[in-house]
């Protein structure tokens, strides 16, 4: 199993951006696809983005489409995610994910075997 840290959030105001930072350890990163996900209270996790093992296949939820960026950097065992012209309803706490049974990961929590302790992204108006 991989253990997630995450990183890089904090307070930002409408328009702004942040880069979440997720550290991976523990088994051979590149074994992994990569997710985002949030959450806020009240509400079910939700998909933001995903890349799959080598980082060559990403995905997107249409609320952040052009607006953010997944990456990863399988040497260092590090994902990341991009986010620019932030909006007060990207207010969340944001979740890295591994996924050992999807190549290109899923839109899914339940396709993710380890998760991360979660980051507060907050964006004020």
């Known amino acids: 199993q991989v253990h997630l840290a995450e990183s890089g959030g904090g307070l930002v105001q409408s328009g702004g951006s942040l880069r979440l930072s997720c550290a991976a350890s523990?088994?051979?990163?590149?074994?992994?696809?990569l997710g985002w996900f949030r959450q806020t209270p009240g509400k079910e996790r939700e998909f933001v983005a995903r890349i799959a093992r080598s980082g060559e296949i990403t995905y997107y939820a249409d609320s952040v489409k052009s607006r953010f960026t997944i990456s990863r950097d399988n040497a260092r065992s590090m994902a990341y995610l991009q986010m620019n012209s932030l909006k007060p309803e990207d207010t969340a706490v944001y979740y890295c994910?591994?996924?050992?049974?999807?190549?290109?990961?899923?839109?899914?929590?339940?396709?993710?075997?380890?998760w991360g302790q979660g980051t507060q992204v907050t964006v004020s108006s």
């Open positions: 994910a591994a996924s050992g049974d999807y190549y290109s990961g899923t839109n899914y929590p339940s396709g993710y075997n380890s």
């Open positions: 523990g088994r051979t990163f590149s074994g992994y696809a």
